[in-house]
């Protein structure tokens, strides 16, 4: 079962109860009759004529039948609040030199600003896997529109005519020259919108596009507190190999997501090059999530086998990836408060 808790202004957040009948079925008690099983906001009181409402204590059925028609209201009345807190997606043009980049932008209803997202695709592309976008892209991006952020996901390969290259052996869009680019010329395209707090723009990207995210931030590409640059950074499951023989550190603070079972990006290179940069870095945190695979924070995907893949951590091609609840839970609380500070 899941439970939904209502605020104000229409604030909607759903999750697992953390209990089940505490109090009762906690004190060792014998279960009690469906009649008894209700908790009701004591601000319904005056729908029914009552002071307060007990827990245990007996209800008519009328009465019961009634409290039920308006929660349920009250829930369809906030869901569908929640639901247009959320615009629907815009498709953009960002002109960059020879280049029109294009992408798609979400953003919460409202003047703003609001503080703002350069979300960058894996190799997969952003909209080449319709899965992928339903399952991980359009579910982060309802997550952190929510709470309060634009986020816009400029196409890397769509926007050059290409397809997924997570089987190409020889790019022409690298995660480290052109893609950075890219996330530039989306955060500059961000920072001109009056909606958004130009001094409040981070990066998240996933897998190739964390890469990116990466190189985007190194100390050595841009000149330390420039107030114009990116305000943080979050990696999931990145390859680290090349930036750890790159030396990297980072500018800005930056958090890496990643899965102990991966084995597509290792963890153990990317915590070696987190080592590396202790001492000349800004802060940077990793999170090693146990028996999580790549694409860990996609809903509702079995792990499975991906074969033909090139940079997997050995020559096989071969690679699992899959939700890991566990994961994917923190993720979701942890990522949003990571882009706040």
Request: hydrophobic share 40%.
């Amino acid at each position: 079962m899941r439970t939904y808790v209502l605020d104000c202004p229409f604030r909607c957040v759903s999750g697992h109860p953390k209990h089940s009948n505490a109090g009762v079925a906690g004190k060792g008690k014998a279960s009690v009759g469906l009649d008894h099983q209700f908790v009701i906001f004591t601000g319904l009181r005056r729908y029914s004529g009552r002071d307060n409402f007990i827990a245990g204590a007996p209800f008519s059925t009328r009465e019961l039948q009634m409290m039920a028609y308006r929660i349920l209201a009250l829930v369809l009345v906030a869901a569908l609040a929640c639901s247009q807190a959320i615009a629907a997606p815009e498709q953009i043009d960002i002109p960059d030199g020879g280049l029109t980049l294009h992408a798609t932008l979400y953003r919460p209803e409202g003047p703003g600003p609001f503080p703002a997202i350069v979300a960058l695709h894996d190799c997969g592309g952003l909209t080449q896997r319709p899965n992928t976008e339903a399952q991980l892209y359009s579910k982060w991006a309802d997550r952190l529109v929510a709470d309060g952020f634009v986020v816009l996901f400029p196409d890397s390969f769509g926007s050059r005519g290409l397809g997924s290259q997570c089987r190409e052996h020889h790019r022409t869009v690298h995660a480290w020259r052109e893609r950075v680019g890219d996330a530039n010329a989306a955060r500059f395209w961000l920072q001109k919108q009056s909606y958004v707090r130009g001094d409040h723009v981070s990066l998240l990207g996933w897998a190739n596009g964390a890469v990116t995210a990466l190189w985007s931030i190194r100390l050595t590409t841009a000149i330390h507190h420039d107030p114009s640059d990116f305000r943080s950074a979050v990696a999931f499951y990145p390859s680290c190999r090349r930036l750890l023989r790159s030396a990297w550190s980072a500018r800005v603070p930056t958090l890496i997501l990643i899965g102990s079972a991966d084995d597509w990006t290792l963890a153990s290179t990317c915590q070696q090059m987190v080592a590396g940069a202790r001492g000349r870095s800004a802060h940077v945190q990793i999170v090693v999530y146990p028996d999580a695979h790549h694409e860990f924070d996609r809903a509702n995907s079995p792990i499975r086998l991906r074969t033909g893949l090139v940079n997997t951590a050995d020559p096989s091609g071969r690679a699992h990836g899959g939700t890991n609840p566990a994961a994917r839970n923190d993720a979701f609380k942890r990522v949003p408060q990571w882009l706040s500070r």
